[in-house]
């Protein structure tokens, strides 16, 4: 007679997948993983601040041996704006912390977080969207946050801010985002995720002189997978002994 699982630690921070859903009706508990936080945090300050921060522009003048002075705004007179305050957003805002960086968080439900200046819910987005210099999407992708991203909300951007999405690709509307490239609402994108992946050779993305654009690989760095594997040893522990279970997955999530 086989076994049947009663548990799964998983890898992914999402639960889009179609898949989680139907394991969680047949009774099996999910854990999520918070292993790739620190590395997408990092994915995440590390563009900011290269596009905050004039490099291309220096690298420019070293070329042309032009010695002058090229202003930049610091880091610290910035306001910044996040969908979303899970693990990931959470190690974002902690490392943008000492960087003096004010830190607004859009999410369902009030918050309390010395590194967060104002949360707020979907109600908020419209009046807080024009103030923030960099706008971050790290909320879960479902029924309420597909097409997030629309006409409505880059027309509501502040000229020249910067976008970055480390969720999922169809939080934003695609020919809303264009068009709002076009208007610098906002000035610059980053993407980890597209709306469709891979992304097709074809599309208009790649050579968008205003988008950055990377595999869906945010979480890349050398640290998620022995992360992973402790979460999953302290988990399995938990499990055994009867215990709560560190980032489990709750029916209304999926």
């Given at each position: 007679?086989?076994?049947?699982?009663?548990?799964?630690?998983?890898?992914?921070?999402?639960?889009?997948?179609?898949?989680?859903?139907?394991?969680?009706?047949?009774?099996?508990?999910?854990t999520k993983s918070d292993a790739q936080s620190p590395a997408i945090a990092e994915y995440v300050l590390a563009h900011a601040f290269s596009l905050l921060?004039?490099?291309?522009?220096?690298?420019?003048?070293?070329?042309?041996h032009?010695?002058?002075?090229?202003?930049?705004?610091?880091?610290?007179?910035?306001?910044?704006?996040?969908l979303g305050y899970g693990p990931i957003g959470q190690a974002i805002a902690a490392r943008l912390?000492?960087?003096?960086?004010r830190l607004d968080v859009i999410r369902r439900s009030p918050g309390c977080d010395p590194h967060v200046d104002r949360f707020g819910t979907d109600a908020d987005l419209p009046a807080w969207l024009?103030?923030?210099?960099?706008?971050?999407?790290?909320?879960?992708?479902?029924?309420?946050?597909?097409?997030?991203a629309d006409a409505a909300f880059f027309a509501a951007m502040k000229p020249g801010a910067i976008l970055i999405n480390i969720a999922r690709g169809e939080i934003v509307d695609d020919a809303a985002l264009r068009a709002g490239l076009a208007r610098?609402?906002?000035?610059?994108?980053?993407?980890?995720?597209?709306p469709v992946e891979p992304l097709p050779?074809?599309?208009?993305?790649?050579?968008?002189?205003?988008?950055?654009?990377?595999?869906?690989?945010?979480?890349?760095?050398?640290?998620?997978?022995?992360?992973?594997?402790?979460?999953?040893?302290?988990?399995?522990?938990?499990?055994?002994?009867?215990a709560p279970l560190i980032n489990e997955a709750q029916r209304s999530e999926v």
């Amino acid at each position: 007679k086989g076994t049947r699982g009663r548990w799964v630690q998983l890898f992914n921070a999402g639960l889009d997948n179609v898949a989680f859903r139907k394991l969680m009706e047949k009774g099996l508990r999910l854990t999520k993983s918070d292993a790739q936080s620190p590395a997408i945090a990092e994915y995440v300050l590390a563009h900011a601040f290269s596009l905050l921060h004039p490099i291309a522009e220096q690298a420019a003048a070293q070329a042309a041996h032009d010695w002058r002075r090229i202003e930049f705004r610091e880091i610290a007179s910035t306001r910044w704006l996040m969908l979303g305050y899970g693990p990931i957003g959470q190690a974002i805002a902690a490392r943008l912390a000492p960087f003096g960086a004010r830190l607004d968080v859009i999410r369902r439900s009030p918050g309390c977080d010395p590194h967060v200046d104002r949360f707020g819910t979907d109600a908020d987005l419209p009046a807080w969207l024009p103030g923030a210099d960099v706008v971050v999407i790290a909320c879960p992708l479902n029924d309420a946050t597909r097409g997030l991203a629309d006409a409505a909300f880059f027309a509501a951007m502040k000229p020249g801010a910067i976008l970055i999405n480390i969720a999922r690709g169809e939080i934003v509307d695609d020919a809303a985002l264009r068009a709002g490239l076009a208007r610098q609402q906002p000035a610059m994108a980053v993407l980890d995720v597209l709306p469709v992946e891979p992304l097709p050779a074809d599309s208009w993305h790649w050579d968008h002189p205003q988008i950055r654009m990377t595999a869906h690989c945010s979480n890349a760095g050398d640290g998620p997978p022995m992360r992973g594997a402790l979460r999953f040893i302290d988990n399995l522990q938990r499990y055994l002994a009867g215990a709560p279970l560190i980032n489990e997955a709750q029916r209304s999530e999926v």
